[in-house]
């Protein structure tokens, strides 16, 4: 890993991603099986997302008024 990684691009487990996003694991497992959240890198068994990647995925999931 690089020491001038930046923050936003972090990467996050399973667990810091469901308490960056406040839902429980199994939720997250669901929508990656369902295939509606943001692709994961593999490192060895483990599946590990960029924080920036989350942060997108999240944003693009706002509701738009009506």
Do not use: H, N
């Not at 199994?26 to 943001?38: A, M, N, Y």
């Amino acid at each position: 890993m690089m020491a001038t990684e930046s923050r936003s691009d972090a990467l996050m487990t399973i667990d810091e991603v469901a308490d960056y996003l406040r839902v429980p694991v199994l939720t997250l497992r669901w929508l990656r099986q369902e295939g509606r959240f943001c692709p994961a890198i593999k490192v060895g068994r483990r599946l590990v997302w960029q924080r920036s990647a989350i942060v997108e995925w999240a944003l693009s999931q706002r509701e738009i008024a009506s």
